[in-house]
């Protein structure tokens, strides 16, 4: 597990859902690849709105359902233009719903793009203080956005940048 700066640990292996979900053929083996990862013990899975256009949530969501929430570590991500008060918190919900359950344990921006940082930080802080995120973190942003982003006030209590590394 890797120690994050709030103090809670984030497992450092996990499960993605990228190009999940577009494939209707391959749904059930989807949900069954994440459940073996799951009992294999990689318990982290990680998500987002834009993939497959939610059916990626939807899939990890009947993956874990028969499992104990709290033994899986829930990421998802939001894209720029609803990371606003206007379309952050339905787009959670949507989330939410997708993933069948009422909390995520992490909950990304999945790029910087045109949205105000001030106002990222603002929701995020409040979807944490109304329990449906237990953290917030980034996703793709470089040395000049994380430092915009750390001048912003409560720009620290950002968890995590999460970037593209995988085996292929």
């Known amino acids: 597990q890797i120690l994050l700066p709030d103090g809670s640990y984030i497992p450092k292996l996990g499960q993605g859902t990228w190009r999940m979900g577009e494939d209707d053929d391959k749904y059930e083996k989807e949900i069954m690849g994440l459940r073996h990862g799951i009992r294999m013990g ?15 949530e939807n899939i990890a969501g009947n ?7 709290e033994d899986v570590y829930l990421v998802s991500k939001v894209y720029p233009e609803n990371a606003c008060r206007k379309h952050i918190y339905s787009s959670l919900e ?18 910087r793009g045109e949205v105000q940082l001030t106002e990222v930080v603002y929701c995020m802080e409040d979807l944490k203080q109304k329990g449906q995120i237990n953290r917030w973190g980034v ?3 470089d040395v000049q ?7 912003i006030p ?9 970037i593209l590394y995988n085996l292929g």
């Open 154 to 162: 409560d720009g620290n209590r950002c968890c995590i940048n999460q």
């Open 139 to 141: 996703s793709n942003f």
């Open 94 to 111: 949507r989330s939410l719903k997708l993933l069948g359950t009422d909390y995520l344990d992490l909950y990304l921006l999945h790029w």
């Open 63 to 69: 993956a874990i359902k028969i499992f104990d929430r």
């Open 42 to 56: 990689i318990n982290m899975i990680d998500t987002a709105e834009m993939y497959a256009d939610g059916k990626a």
């Open 145 to 151: 956005d994380m430092e915009d982003l750390w001048k």
